[in-house]
């Protein structure tokens, strides 16, 4: 398997500098994950990214391979998580996720550290299912620039079984995301879970009405209101082909 430059596969081009200030007794590794437990997933990316410059054989290279791929579940793109999870294990089968290891050994993360052992479970289900056959498709899982081009499309045009699996690890991030707070990545897998089944009632009633907690400026207020408004059109042309009827959604408001 040949392992490609991660700076490739997400940018098409080298990075040769990393953002952010690290300490001068941190690694590139350790001041990746500590972006990774604030949050700070396009600094940690490139971070991450930047080892891909190293011995490829090397634990810390393994290592970005599982956190990247941790990066990739949280932020909806789920085939391309399993691609990590199957690259890193192809170097080496026994380095641990070390996002992962920060909930196991109990290490502070700012609340992020659960999320990161569920998707690394995510992950794991996912290249096992996609990348091992275990499914009816099995996908390419090295040529990782071609599946990330397309992993939008990939997700809605699976099998019912495939499509199960991948409604099932949408919800169970989303979960997850909501209770360790991260509202906004927890509503965008709400919302692919919505793509893979539109016809869910219940799913699309909670995506057509949810809000953002906090809004960043005006323009996002107006934003956020004409998409709830959209979503509450599809929702009531929903429930009318289906015969449903709603009754509390004159109780839905935002600024």
């Given at each position: 398997?040949?392992?490609?430059?991660?700076?490739?596969?997400?940018?098409?081009?080298?990075?040769?500098?990393?953002?952010?200030?690290?300490s001068?007794?941190?690694?590139?590794?350790?001041?990746?994950?500590?972006?990774?437990?604030?949050?700070?997933f396009?600094?940690?990316?490139?971070?991450?990214?930047?080892?891909?410059?190293?011995d490829?054989?090397?634990?810390?290279?393994?290592?970005?391979?599982?956190?990247?791929?941790?990066?990739?579940?949280?932020?909806?793109?789920?085939?391309?998580?399993?691609?990590?999870?199957g690259?890193?294990?192809?170097?080496?089968?026994?380095?641990?996720?070390?996002?992962?290891?920060?909930?196991?050994?109990?290490?502070?993360?700012?609340?992020?550290?659960?999320?990161?052992?569920?998707?690394?479970?995510?992950?794991?289900?996912?290249?096992?299912?996609?990348?091992?056959?275990?499914?009816?498709?099995?996908?390419?899982?090295?040529?990782?620039?071609?599946?990330?081009n397309?992993?939008?499309?990939?997700?809605?045009?699976?099998?019912?079984?495939e499509?199960?699996?991948?409604?099932?690890a949408h919800?169970?991030?989303?979960?997850?995301?909501?209770?360790?707070?991260?509202?906004?990545?927890?509503?965008?897998?709400?919302?692919?879970a919505?793509e893979?089944?539109?016809?869910?009632?219940e799913l699309?009633?909670?995506n057509?009405?949810?809000?953002?907690?906090?809004?960043?400026?005006?323009?996002?207020?107006?934003e956020?209101?004409?998409?709830?408004?959209?979503g509450?059109?599809?929702?009531?042309?929903?429930?009318?082909?289906?015969?449903?009827?709603?009754?509390?959604?004159?109780?839905?408001?935002?600024?």
């Amino acid at each position: 398997v040949k392992i490609l430059p991660i700076t490739y596969i997400f940018f098409g081009i080298t990075i040769l500098v990393a953002s952010g200030i690290s300490s001068s007794h941190e690694s590139v590794l350790e001041h990746a994950i500590r972006l990774s437990c604030e949050g700070e997933f396009e600094a940690a990316t490139e971070l991450f990214s930047s080892i891909s410059q190293r011995d490829s054989s090397s634990n810390e290279y393994v290592a970005s391979l599982h956190s990247l791929g941790n990066i990739a579940a949280i932020q909806g793109n789920l085939l391309l998580s399993g691609i990590f999870h199957g690259l890193a294990k192809e170097v080496n089968p026994d380095v641990m996720p070390p996002l992962a290891l920060m909930h196991l050994e109990g290490k502070p993360c700012n609340g992020m550290g659960e999320i990161f052992w569920v998707s690394s479970f995510v992950k794991k289900d996912v290249y096992e299912y996609f990348c091992q056959a275990q499914g009816q498709q099995q996908l390419n899982c090295t040529n990782i620039s071609f599946q990330f081009n397309n992993i939008g499309y990939d997700e809605v045009s699976f099998s019912t079984a495939e499509s199960d699996m991948l409604y099932d690890a949408h919800i169970s991030l989303a979960t997850q995301l909501g209770i360790s707070g991260a509202v906004d990545y927890a509503q965008l897998h709400y919302e692919k879970a919505g793509e893979i089944r539109p016809n869910e009632m219940e799913l699309q009633l909670r995506n057509a009405i949810s809000v953002p907690v906090v809004y960043k400026s005006l323009n996002h207020v107006e934003e956020s209101r004409k998409k709830l408004e959209r979503g509450v059109d599809r929702l009531l042309t929903l429930a009318l082909s289906r015969n449903y009827k709603i009754k509390s959604l004159d109780h839905v408001s935002m600024p």
